[in-house]
């Protein structure tokens, strides 16, 4: 065990620092604005979703790009220890992480806390007494001074998929809540030659596909969606939320 955590330690070692970079043009940021009423009955955790974001750029023969937004507003003193720490996992095997934005929005002003904020690279290992190791990393962003009432808004990005993949895209999502959320988008900018297939089970919304230049983009968007209420009846397999996916194959089983 001793061996296994000295390599551990060097693994660490050897990643690059966390990259900080621009949002790219592609991306339609999505502002995170106060909402006008707060749900509190209705909220978990001392916190009320603000946006939940995804965009997904697929072109020929580069790497797939994941641009996700995520933002929250604390609503009493329970949320403040979540609030104040923001962890992001990926595979530095095939992935690059590239941090954009971590904000604090404060009575309409918006404070950058990327150039404040403790950031880390931790490797989790939760098979490590096995000596399994996956090599997965989480990038842990620790924010000083959230307060109650704040609006706390992140979005990055994570490039590269799974080779066992072989380079065929697939994206599946789950879409609906539990608990109320201001705005939810998935989105993905379609650029390769091949068709992309969709299929949505569980939910009457529809995805829409509009032209965008070299491909298509077709997104799945909602304003203060009703949430789910889960029947405690239902078997524990019974998943009640909207699921869409996303693939290059027309046949789910491929």
């Given at each position: ?219 799945l968007s909602m304003q203060r969606p009703e949430p789910i209420i889960e029947n405690s009846e239902s078997p524990n397999w019974f998943i009640p939320y909207g699921v869409v996916f996303f693939s ?7």
């Amino acid at each position: 065990l001793g061996l296994v955590l000295l390599l551990l330690a060097a693994t660490i070692n050897a990643q690059e620092e966390v990259v900080v970079g621009e949002v790219p043009a592609w991306v339609n940021v999505v502002a995170a604005t106060a909402p006008s009423v707060i749900p509190e009955d209705q909220i978990s955790g001392g916190v009320h979703y603000i946006v939940s974001d995804k965009q997904v750029l697929v072109e020929e023969s580069t790497d797939v790009i994941k641009y996700t937004h995520h933002a929250e507003m604390v609503v009493n003193r329970e949320g403040l220890e979540s609030a104040s720490q923001i962890s992001i996992n990926y595979d530095p095997g095939y992935q690059q992480l590239t941090l954009l934005s971590a904000d604090i929005i404060r009575d309409g002003e918006t404070l950058d806390q990327l150039t404040t904020a403790k950031i880390s690279l931790l490797q989790r290992e939760p098979e490590l007494e096995n000596l399994i190791m996956d090599g997965k990393l989480s990038a842990n962003i620790i924010l000083s001074d959230v307060r109650v009432g704040d609006i706390l808004s992140y979005s990055y990005l994570i490039a590269g998929e799974n080779p066992v993949y072989s380079g065929i895209f697939s994206y599946i999502r789950q879409f609906e809540w539990s608990v109320p959320i201001e705005f939810q988008q998935i989105k993905v900018l379609w650029k390769r030659s091949t068709p992309l297939y969709t299929h949505i089970i569980d939910s009457a919304l529809e995805i829409e596909k509009n032209a965008i230049e070299d491909g298509h983009s077709y997104a799945l968007s909602m304003q203060r969606p009703e949430p789910i209420i889960e029947n405690s009846e239902s078997p524990n397999w019974f998943i009640p939320y909207g699921v869409v996916f996303f693939s290059e194959h027309q046949s789910w089983s491929d």
